[in-house]
């Protein structure tokens, strides 16, 4: 079984920043043996992928509309997945949620893949 626990969303103006944490815990919870990502979900919209780093090598992938602005990493040793978030756009308003997955078979980018979320944290965007 495995808990995360996201914050750091809140409110900003357009073209700032926000780094959000993911708090990951269990009892034989390893970062480095799960893949680990970051999903978003608007109003009306399907939940999206955002970002995510593979499991081993630690390879990361980003969704073609963040790439550039984002930076996803990950604190093996704290258990921690942060999303740094940079040129927000309003268009990235989103409840943002994170997510691990044990699956090697499913495409990374796919939601399906993913075994255990957060309750997600909700971003914002004003003008």
């Known amino acids: 079984q495995v808990q995360l626990i996201e914050s750091g969303g809140g409110m900003v103006q357009a073209g700032g920043s926000l780094r959000l944490s993911c708090a990951a815990s269990?009892?034989?919870?390893?970062?480095?043996?799960?893949?680990m990502g970051w999903f978003r979900q608007a109003p009306g919209k399907e939940r999206e992928f955002v970002a995510a780093i593979s499991r081993g090598d630690g390879n990361r992938y980003y969704a073609h509309s963040v790439e550039g602005r984002f930076t996803v990493s990950r604190d093996d040793a704290k258990k921690i997945l942060y999303l740094q978030m940079d040129a927000l756009r309003p268009d990235d308003a989103a409840v943002y949620f994170c997510?691990?997955?044990?699956?090697?078979?499913?495409?990374?980018?796919?939601?399906?893949?993913?075994?255990?979320w957060g309750q997600g944290t909700q971003v914002t965007i004003s003008p």
């Open positions: 997510a691990v997955s044990s699956s090697v078979v499913i495409q990374i980018q796919n939601p399906r893949a993913y075994s255990y």
């Open positions: 269990g009892p034989t919870f390893d970062p480095r043996d799960w893949r």
